[in-house]
């Protein structure tokens, strides 16, 4: 008997022994599987902390005009701007040691293996804040091993290289809170219609509630069962000393607002001018897509919405709805660049084709300003007088021929001033003064106007035959309103990251780019097209918009077979319109014609309608005479017209008209039965 006791003691002994040499051992093996994971998660450093963030897109008044997102709304906020409630929340039900351990809370470890071998079940968790957040960067949200191996990784190396702060601001940025709402932003905008930093007590502990089941505890699934969480968050805030029992019990019984909707649910307004601002992004800042999409950026543009409204709504009022033709427009600031409206199309859902970017049209005559300004650096004043006939031009060294025409035909069979041909838009003056100056000439000064498309060195390139962009036709008449300045069309102002920092901001290149007395010489030409003084009040090619002008403009129209323009500023606003058909069909139609000077003149009253009346002011450098407009000489005392002419000092005329100096002693003679020669351009026009 004793024999089998001390033989069973023994055994014990040995058994013990083994045990405690396998549990050494086993103690033994997890220090150096810990130190070597230490090690290893060391060597890793820090893991990155990008996730997918909303990217938002701003007009200049600051309003939220669009967002580009992968599904998942997500506003990243610092730390600071979260409610203290939110965050004291957050920490007292999700881990009350948060700023003490070093990612894992050894304690509740143990607790919740205990309850799940107690239940048979996985009953309890014991993820602590930095667990969570490692699971929502790197981490399916399965249960294998070695998912957990590697979160326990990702653990370590967010608390070795990351301060608490930042894994905290983190974790409430990517943490998800049902209905699509990630981060704290997203969610407390969603369900109160707030920011984050402005949650009180009461909407804190319920939004907190939510991420253990958003579809358990989000008061949109069941209002019973988020109050009952949250009153668990709120005993659990008082139990960890962030708040007392009355201010628990007031949180508890407070009436919430719910709204149930996200921010920017009602977005994208200007869809063309934002994809134009998304290819700047690409292709002139040298942001990849993902990037743009999901980087969290906060895009501030130049986009005006009420001018872009205003826009709108001239082209779907001025433009018949069953007429197929379509448009571009830009309306632009021409003292900085910033493009103020954009339109490129009628309908962007069945075609976001952007013609205010992308399509190349014949700009017409609206390329004369360009031409004749390079004239006035070259000796020609708005005086200079050439034939206006019908006539075949030689080019090609005498290998072919070009013989431009006039609308309807119609020439003075005379000498006509510059400023006549520009208002008349006389084709034949210009295709004379185009060669006159050479065909490189153009194509040297429209570059210097911002033009980017290539340009024929050909006659017919003085009549507009090369194509070019909206875009590019508001900028050069941007540069001719401000009196020769170097403008590029801006869309972006500013770009931030996502955590507020800036990383581009636009900054103006300021460069004289035209001699200021000359683009002003040439913007009191272009005031001309509006002018009855200059040849009657039909006869001008801005006629039929006179009468409903409240304000100066200086302004060219352009007409193609196929392509109509009106390009046109006061001293505060530029804006450019075209309309035609995509496929290059013929416009036919006369109303059809009409429709840019039609959209151009409303857009440009309605933006301007609360502006102050500016007149174009005269340049240093300039003279303004009177001069008799059909000859372009000094107007004497017997001129039956006489307008205001603006030139460059020294180049204004000197030579006093003669023309008329018996004018009224001749017409007291004339019998009144003879009939009176009338003169050319009455002629011309049926006046």
């Known amino acids: 008997m004793e024999l089998m006791t001390d033989q069973r003691f023994r055994k014990t002994i040995k058994y013990l022994r083994a045990l405690i040499f396998f549990g050494l051992a086993g103690v033994a093996l997890a220090t150096i599987l810990y130190f070597s994971l230490i090690g290893y998660a060391k060597l890793q450093g820090p893991p990155p902390l990008a996730v997918p963030q909303s990217t938002l897109f701003f007009s200049d008044d600051g309003t939220v005009i669009g967002e580009s997102h992968s599904g998942q709304k997500r506003y990243w906020v610092a730390l600071k701007d979260i409610s203290p409630h939110l965050i004291n929340a957050t920490i007292s039900i999700e881990d009350r040691t948060f700023f003490t351990h070093n990612g894992f809370d050894y304690k509740r470890i143990a607790g919740a293996a205990l309850a799940d071998l107690k239940a048979m079940a996985k009953v309890q968790g014991a993820s602590t804040i930095t667990q969570q957040y490692a699971r929502n960067l790197y ?206 199309g009628r309908n962007y859902e069945e075609s976001p084709f952007n013609r205010a970017v992308q399509a190349v049209r014949q700009p017409g005559s609206t390329m004369k300003p360009i031409l004749y300004y390079a004239a006035l650096e070259n000796g020609f004043t708005p005086s200079s007088t050439m034939k206006s006939q019908l006539t075949t031009f030689m080019f090609d060294d005498g290998r072919s ?28 003056y210009a295709v004379k003064t185009h060669l006159f100056l050479g065909e490189e000439t153009l194509v040297e000064t429209a570059k210097r106007f911002g033009i980017k498309s290539e340009m024929d060195k050909v006659p017919s390139l003085a009549l507009g035959t090369s194509g070019v ?40 290149e300021k460069a004289e780019v035209l001699k200021p007395e000359l683009a002003s010489v040439m ?99 300039t003279v303004a005479v009177y001069v008799d407009p059909a000859n372009g000489k000094l107007a004497s005392e017997g001129c039956p017209v006489k307008r205001q002419t603006l030139f460059a000092a020294g180049t204004e005329p000197t030579e006093y008209c003669t023309d008329h100096l018996d004018h009224e002693k001749q017409k007291e003679e004339k019998p009144k039965k003879d009939k009176e020669k009338k003169p050319w351009y009455k002629r011309i026009f049926g006046l």
Do not use: C
């Not at 025409?405 to 838009?425: C, G, P, R, V, W």
């Not at 090619?541 to 409240?550: A, D, E, F, N, Y």
């Not at 302004?555 to 058909?581: F, R």
């Open 139 to 344: 981490l399916e949200h399965d249960k294998t091993w070695k998912r957990k191996a590697t979160e326990a990784l990702y653990t370590l190396r967010l608390e070795m290289n990351y301060s608490k702060d930042e894994i905290l601001e983190g974790y409430l940025n990517t943490i998800y809170y049902g209905n699509g709402a990630y981060g704290v932003q997203a969610a407390s905008r969603y369900y109160f219609g707030k920011d984050a930093k402005d949650l009180s007590l009461a909407e804190a502990s319920m939004l907190a509630g939510i991420p253990k089941g958003p579809s358990i505890y989000s008061p949109f699934a069941s209002m019973e069962k988020a109050k009952q969480r949250q009153r668990t968050i709120l005993n659990t805030m008082e139990t960890n000393g962030y708040i007392t029992e009355l201010a628990s019990q007031k949180a508890s019984i407070e009436k919430l607002k719910l709204i149930g909707e996200h921010q920017h649910s009602r977005i994208g307004t200007a869809p063309y001018f934002q994809d134009a601002v998304q290819n700047a992004l690409r292709n002139a800042l040298n942001f990849d897509d993902r990037t743009i999409s999901l980087g969290g950026l906060r895009v501030y543009t130049t986009l005006n919405l009420d001018q872009q409204e205003i826009a709108e709504k001239s082209i779907d009022k001025m433009i018949a709805s069953d007429s197929e033709i379509q448009t571009g427009f830009v309306a632009m600031n021409p003292k900085n660049g910033h493009v103020m409206a954009l339109v490129g």
């Open 401 to 428: 021929e070009y013989t431009p025409h006039n609308f309807n035909n119609k020439y003075a069979e005379d000498d006509i001033t510059m400023a006549q041909a520009l208002a008349l838009s006389d084709n034949v």
């Open 469 to 508: 962009r909206v875009i590019d036709m508001a900028n050069a008449y941007s540069i001719l309103a401000n009196g020769g300045k170097k403008v590029e069309p801006v869309l972006i102002k500013k770009v931030e990251n996502h955590k507020g920092e800036v990383i581009y901001e636009y900054k103006a």
């Open 523 to 621: 913007t009191h030409m272009l005031t001309g097209i509006f002018d009855k003084k200059l040849n009657g009040y039909s006869s001008v090619t801005g006629s039929t918009l006179i009468k409903k002008m409240t304000r100066p403009y200086a302004a060219k129209s352009g007409t193609t077979e196929t392509d109509s323009w009106m390009i046109g500023y006061s001293p505060q606003l530029v804006s450019a319109v075209w309309t035609g058909y995509d496929k290059g069909k013929p416009i036919e139609l006369t109303v059809e014609k009409s429709y840019a000077k039609n959209i151009w003149l409303d857009f440009m009253e309605k933006a301007l309608d609360d502006e102050p009346v500016k007149k174009f002011k005269a340049a240093k450098g």
